[in-house]
């Protein structure tokens, strides 16, 4: 039933989310004269970008994911003057257009909504990172990214290889750090988005740059093929993940993210690796990524498959329904799975 209604959801959200406009537009007559049509317009793209996101819940079996969802939302929102109010009205107006368009279909989607509404009524939770002597480097790195000074950046990451940061810290330690910090000031409206991409792109200007210094000869592990499935845009999260593999004597295959699975699967066919390990960060492309393992396993059922990223922290059981092997949630555990991969080869 649950995915019955993730395809219904998908193939009915712009009706849904033009009814659930109509819906919050006529409990706030004001926010026509307010914002004007453009209102209406960003008011139809939240919805449609709610409802991707309880469809990604829905495939993974986890209310927990749209809770998580939820709460950051509220941070993001909470951060820019919008009370918790505004968007657990949101969903409450999302469940009874769903009901409205679905009928019974809708009632799986319950759970997963008030566990949405709940989240945006919980105060929110600090994560309290514990200081380390490597502080000063991300903070003089961090710096120079939001300033704009790609040299300044390159020259800290350089002093850093050359200090003892071996090449799996540099790229977890300080630039995936880096990354994660970033996000924690969009979210709280500290940074611009603007900031955020030029940040991002020093980040992978750095790490180009950085990477002829570290390699090393090392002995060959074995071919991984490394993609992000169709719709999930961010890529520096799997490019690190493929940086630190060969670094460490993986032949890698990386074909960068927004890959259609058609292509990644002519392409495993072509080069016949030994493991495939698919990205997401947006739950939203959690059941693109299930649909392609799915295809995978069904195409190569020996073929070991890996995924990676924020998209799968709630959802690790519909992960391993579809038959991945191991579910990684940072570069050390990433790092960790393709080892195992290795050392099950070897014997």
């Not at 890529?235 to 940086?243: I, N």
Request: a negative charge.
């Amino acid at each position: 039933m649950r995915e019955a209604l993730a395809t219904a959801i998908d193939l009915h959200v712009d009706r849904l989310a033009l009814g659930i406009t109509e819906a919050f537009y006529a409990r706030h007559p004001e926010w026509e004269q307010r914002f004007g049509p453009k209102g209406r317009v960003r008011c139809v793209e939240d919805a449609r970008f709610h409802l991707r996101f309880l469809r990604g819940a829905l495939r993974a079996g986890s209310p927990s994911a749209f809770e998580s969802y939820a709460r950051w939302t509220n941070g993001v929102l909470g951060a820019r003057g919008i009370g918790g109010a505004h968007l657990a009205l949101y969903f409450e107006l999302m469940q009874a257009e769903l009901d409205t368009v679905l009928g019974a279909e809708a009632k799986p989607a319950a759970p997963f909504i008030a566990a949405g509404i709940a989240a945006c009524q919980a105060p929110a939770l600090a994560e309290v990172a514990q200081p380390d002597a490597r502080d000063p480097t991300r903070e003089q790195y961090l710096e120079a990214v939001l300033s704009g000074r790609r040299a300044d950046a390159l020259a800290v990451a350089t002093r850093a290889a050359d200090t003892g940061w071996a090449p799996a810290e540099l790229y977890s330690g300080l630039f995936a750090r880096s990354q994660h910090r970033l996000g924690e000031l969009w979210q709280a409206n500290r940074i611009s988005v603007a900031q955020e991409h030029m940040a991002s792109a020093i980040t992978q200007w750095v790490a180009a740059n950085l990477y002829p210094r570290l390699v090393r000869p090392r002995q060959p592990i074995g071919k991984a093929l490394l993609f992000g499935v169709e719709g999930e845009l961010h890529q520096l999260g799997v490019q690190f993940m493929a940086d630190v593999l060969e670094l460490e004597g993986w032949s890698v295959i990386f074909l960068g993210t927004n890959t259609p699975t058609a292509a990644a699967l002519a392409t495993i066919d072509e080069h016949r690796p030994d493991v495939v390990g698919l990205a997401a960060t947006m739950l939203f492309s959690l059941p693109a990524t299930l649909d392609a393992v799915a295809e995978i396993r069904r195409r190569q059922p020996e073929l070991p498959v890996v995924v990676g990223g924020r998209a799968f922290a709630d959802a690790a059981d519909a992960c391993r329904e579809a038959g991945v092997i191991g579910v990684a949630g940072s570069l050390e555990s990433g790092r960790t799975l393709l080892a195992g991969v290795a050392a099950a080869r070897a014997v």
